[in-house]
């Protein structure tokens, strides 16, 4: 059985870090792009961040370049969202899910991916 559990968040300030993390369980990383998407109460799910098969292979989304950083550590099955100088505007909801379609990581499309998890809480307040 796949699983995702998504861990990491909290209350922050504008400006600060956070690293959000990603515990799978159920499948091999290297085998499926893993991406990070957030939602923001009344929006719709925005997918900011993925991972291909190589670490190298990674995406952005244009809002979140340069700030966040994504990794996997295949040993801990685990993928990690490391986010520099949030934002209150992206206070949301954190998932993180498998695309069952592409290996590669490309601008995201949440229809592609599944085997969601609960999701981690980021709130980004002074």
């Known amino acids: 059985q796949v699983q995702f559990v998504e861990s990491g968040g909290g209350l922050v300030q504008p400006g600060d870090s956070l690293r959000l993390s990603c515990a799978a369980s159920?499948?091999?990383?290297?085998?499926?792009?893993i991406g990070w998407f957030r939602q923001a109460p009344g929006k719709e799910r925005e997918g900011i961040s993925c991972?291909?098969?190589?670490?190298?292979?990674?995406y952005y989304t244009d809002s979140v370049s340069g700030r966040f950083t994504i990794s996997k550590d295949n040993a801990k099955k685990t993928v990690y969202l490391q986010m520099n100088s949030l934002k209150p505007e992206e206070t949301a909801d954190y998932y993180c899910?498998?695309?069952?379609?592409?290996?590669?990581?490309?601008?995201?499309?949440?229809?592609?991916?599944?085997?969601w998890g609960k999701g981690t809480q980021v709130t980004v307040s002074p």
């Open positions: 159920g499948l091999t990383l290297d085998d499926y792009t």
């Open positions: 899910a498998a695309n069952l379609m592409r290996t590669t990581a490309q601008p995201m499309d949440a229809h592609e991916y599944a085997y």
């Open positions: 991972i291909g098969r190589s670490p190298r292979d990674t």
